[in-house]
């Protein structure tokens, strides 16, 4: 582990969990199994782990469907980050 942190992801919540997702390694595991149903990555897994910061910023260009929140993960150790990630996700299908 290291103090210093590195950007890992910066996009818009429209793109942002498929980045997450895919990195992980998580992405066929979280949609075969609809887990996106009644959980939101970003908010019910990946900031709840503790190898990462997840910044936001809204924006706004004043017109309707012109708003966005764009979303920074940051973490300190990726590897860890992933391999959280991943017993997260397990420790959810186990409740399904």
Do not use: Y
Not at 63 to 77: D, E, H, L, R
Request: glycine share 4%; aromatic share 10%; with cysteine.
């Amino acid at each position: 582990m290291t103090d210093e942190w590195m950007t890992l992801f910066e996009a818009d919540d429209d793109q942002i969990e498929a980045l997450v997702l895919s990195w992980s390694g998580l992405w066929n595991l979280w949609n075969e199994n609809e887990l996106f149903m009644d959980n939101h990555f970003i908010v019910d897994i990946v900031e709840l782990c503790s190898n990462v910061e997840v910044i936001t910023e809204a924006w706004d260009e004043g017109m309707p469907g012109g708003s966005s929140v764009v979303f920074k993960i940051n973490s300190n150790n990726p590897d860890a980050l992933k391999k959280e990630l991943t017993e997260r996700v397990v420790t959810l299908l186990e409740k399904v």
